[in-house]
């Protein structure tokens, strides 16, 4: 968090939280959703000036409750999330960065929408449609669609390379007849258990907050 934000806090104990009006979107854009939107229940003007993007992102917290909140100076501006408190987007893998030692060697670059790089991701989902979450500890980060590709090509069934049809039975089957498994590390005694759950199931269960209030 800002020190200047801090200090705002110290200054201004009292001010009231703010609902309704930040959202982040399943592809990691910060929304703005002001009283049209709301009530017409839209998803609000994507934020696209880049250094308020990062006064965000720098101040993006979680309360006790598991409900999420961007601290504007003294006020919290609490989130109504998409899909997951972050989103991992895909990069390439640069070697012998500390980038990459910050990512534990991963064979594929994972950053949050937030800029900070997941770490070493313990446990991963997957959806009927296809999402895939990943996760480490109660950081839950949804990856974005359009880098499900190259997360999905790290996948195995049974230990064999994923198939689109065997990947689909999975699907069909909800993981019930086959072992799926991530593997994105370079060890390969690391790969990950994939389970069938739904993003609103995993937020229950992690206890985080989609739409506070």
Known sequence: MDDIVKAAMA?????????????????????????RCQALNLPGDVIRHQ?????????YQCDDKGCWYFQ??????????????????????VKDTQQTLNNDETTLGLQLHTGQFMPTVTAASMDADGNIVLSTG?????????DLAQVASHLQIDGQHATDDALLHWLETSGSNNTLTLNLY?????????????????????????TPR
């Open 138 to 146: 109660k950081l839950l980060a949804l990856v974005d669609g359009r």
């Open 11 to 35: 200054k201004w104990p009292n001010v009231p939280h703010c609902y309704g009006w930040l959202a982040l979107d399943a592809r990691g854009q910060w929304r703005m959703r002001d009283e």
């Open 186 to 210: 370079e060890s390969t005694t690391r790969h990950i258990h994939v389970q069938f759950s739904t993003i609103h199931t995993l937020m229950t269960v992690s206890g985080n907050i989609a």
């Open 51 to 59: 250094t308020l993007i990062d006064f965000i992102n720098r101040n």
């Open 72 to 93: 504007n100076g003294p006020q919290r501006v609490y989130v109504d999330l998409d899909a997951t408190p972050y989103i991992i987007r895909t990069i390439v893998r």
